[in-house]
């Protein structure tokens, strides 16, 4: 016991560069983990313990480590006593029907009497019955894909992202069954704690605030003193833009907090507004 908080991501997969990328951007100087089990970082009080990511729902729940990096869909299927303490905004996807193109799924009500396979029997369980439907699951721990052209499944429920792999086997999107992401968790209770729930809650403001300034931009540009009003109303501004003097007598500069996806959607606006010289820089972190 080293006082340390402890935090276990997964050791070699999808979510763990994205995991490693978030803590730098924390500002965690993390030691070269390479095939070492455990590593601290350098200028926070933190373990990382690397682990397969089915393990960690209950290594977090037993107290082995205080929180945990895992996909939701994870979460669900090991039905831990872990909340969820923050998402994160990586590892998307969603757990999906898919049926044999040659097949047709029209409507939910097609799944009752069919073989489904999947590799998350406890959520599909839970929804066919939520749904009043009744169909065989069968478990299967991998390459869930190729039970229908093997005869062993109707249908499938299985984790979706870009929907290539279905492609290659011939399946087609049908009913999504919910959308998961990589989330922050800790076991129920509180940590007891208080100097480890201390450096939780200085990492989770760090989490929030990369967070907010990842889907935010930094908005700047010059524009004739006369249009201020008609740009300030173009502006999907966070907070009140920074209007400053230019040396050249009609001109302003303008500055401002916008949300990253509206960029595209008002430069053409700003443009015929009269903004000129438009800049737009990444924000590292911003604390609110
Ligand atoms: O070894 P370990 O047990 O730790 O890893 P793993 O092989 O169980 O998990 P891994 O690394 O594949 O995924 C980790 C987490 O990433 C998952 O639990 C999800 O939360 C999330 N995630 C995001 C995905 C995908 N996208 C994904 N596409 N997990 C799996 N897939 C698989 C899916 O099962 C299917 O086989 O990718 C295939 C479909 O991908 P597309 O892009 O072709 O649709
Ligand atoms: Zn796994």
Redesign the pocket.
């Known amino acids: 016991m080293n006082g340390n908080l402890k935090l276990a991501l997964?050791?070699?997969?999808?979510?763990t560069e994205k995991s490693l990328e978030l803590l730098n951007l924390c500002g965690l100087d993390i030691e070269n983990y390479s095939e070492r089990l455990v590593v601290s970082a350098r200028n926070f009080p933190i373990d990382i313990l690397f682990l397969?990511?089915?393990d960690i729902p209950e290594y977090v729940q037993d107290g082995v480590v205080d929180i945990g990096i895992?996909?939701?869909?994870?979460i669900y299927e090991k039905q831990s006593g872990t909340e969820v303490l923050e998402k994160l905004g990586f590892?998307?996807?969603s757990l999906m029907f898919a049926y044999p193109e040659k097949n047709e799924l029209q409507k939910i009500e097609d799944i009752n009497g069919k073989t489904i396979a999947t590799?998350y029997p406890h959520i599909l369980k839970e929804y066919l019955t939520k749904n009043n439907l009744k169909a065989k699951v069968i478990e299967l721990s991998g390459s869930?894909?190729i039970a229908p052209s093997l005869g062993v499944a109707d249908l499938i429920c299985?984790?979706?992202?870009?929907?290539?792999?279905?492609m290659m086997n011939k399946l087609k999107k049908s009913f999504k069954v919910f959308d998961?992401e990589?989330v922050l968790i800790s076991a129920e209770k509180i940590l007891k704690d208080s100097k480890l729930n201390e450096i939780l809650n200085d990492l989770l403001r760090r989490i929030r605030s990369v967070k907010t300034a990842h889907s935010s931009k930094y908005l700047m540009m010059n524009i004739p003193k006369n249009s201020l009003e008609k740009i300030l109303k173009i502006i999907p501004s966070l907070k009140s833009p920074t209007v400053l003097h230019l040396a050249e007598e009609n001109m302003l500069a303008v500055h401002a907090v916008i949300p990253s996806d509206k960029f595209w959607q008002i430069v053409n606006d700003l443009k015929i507004a009269g903004a000129s010289g438009i800049l737009l820089l990444p924000i590292d972190n911003m604390i609110q």
Request: hydrophobic share 25%; charged share 30%; proline share 0%.
């Open positions: 997964q050791k070699k997969g999808r979510l397969r990511d089915d895992v996909g939701e869909n994870v590892g998307r996807c590799t869930v894909e299985d984790i979706v992202s870009t929907g290539n792999t279905l998961s990589a």
